[in-house]
């Protein structure tokens, strides 16, 4: 059995400043865990994926996560927030392999100018 | 080059009405995927097939058939569309299962009025 929990629904901060996103998990195997982002009517893209190897795992566009295996936490994190960072972000737990990956609910990231 | 394509990417139509979805990749993926994200972006898979072979069939009305006449392409039929089918409709391919993620396409939005 396998979920994932996103801690906070919607996240606004200022253009120039640090992002986190907060993510915990659960599962009962060695998970792979991912985060995606999906900007307004679009599709979704995948940022940055942790399948076992470094626990500090570089995505695109300025973003990074850790794996924190004692915390069951993946959470997000950008030093310096973009106008165009402005989008929903999902982090994904999956078993690897076949097993049917699971969503959390999204954060919406805001950012003010 | 797309390489999850979806069509198409509007379809508004009347309940009662039947209607398909397409969806094709060229990354040479061996595993394709069905998601709908609900107005509150909930993201619920549907199907997955493995090279032509359904793997995952969750929960879903059988209105919903999935068919797919090759590994690269992954159709939606929906008969007797309801107003509670109104959603996005996502396809997404990997390479060999969930753990190994996903390419999505840029969605379909349907509508039913």
């Known amino acids: 059995a396998q979920s994932v929990t996103q801690l906070d629904s919607h996240v606004s901060v200022s253009e120039g400043t640090p992002v986190l996103l907060r993510c915990n998990y659960s599962?009962?195997?060695?998970?792979?865990l991912f985060w995606y982002v999906q900007h307004p009517n679009k599709g979704l893209q995948l940022l940055l994926k942790?399948?076992?190897?470094?626990?500090l795992v570089k995505g695109i566009n300025g973003f990074e996560a850790e794996f924190k295996k004692s915390e069951t936490s993946f959470h997000l994190t950008k030093p310096s927030a973009h106008m165009s960072d402005a989008a929903e972000y999902f982090c994904v737990v999956s078993g690897g392999g076949y097993q049917k990956v699971t969503f959390g609910t999204g954060t919406k990231l805001q950012v003010i100018p | 080059d797309t390489a999850v394509s979806q069509t198409p990417k509007y379809l508004v139509t009347q309940m009662g009405n039947d209607k398909s979805i397409k969806c094709e990749q060229n990354l040479g993926h061996d595993t394709m995927y069905w998601y709908k994200q609900d107005s509150k972006k909930f993201l619920k898979i549907m199907f997955s097939?493995?090279?032509?072979?359904?793997?995952i069939n969750e929960t879903v009305p059988n209105r919903f058939s999935p068919k797919s006449p090759d590994k690269a392409h992954l159709n939606l039929h929906i008969n007797s569309l309801e107003l509670g089918d109104s959603a996005v409709y996502f396809c997404?391919?990997?390479?060999?299962?969930?753990?190994?993620?996903?390419?999505f396409g840029s969605g379909t939005r349907l509508t039913v009025v």
């Open positions: 599962s009962s195997y060695s998970p792979s």
């Open positions: 942790y399948t076992s190897a470094a626990t």
């Open positions: 097939y493995n090279n032509k072979e359904l793997i």
């Open positions: 997404a391919s990997s390479p060999l299962g969930g753990g190994y993620g996903y390419t």
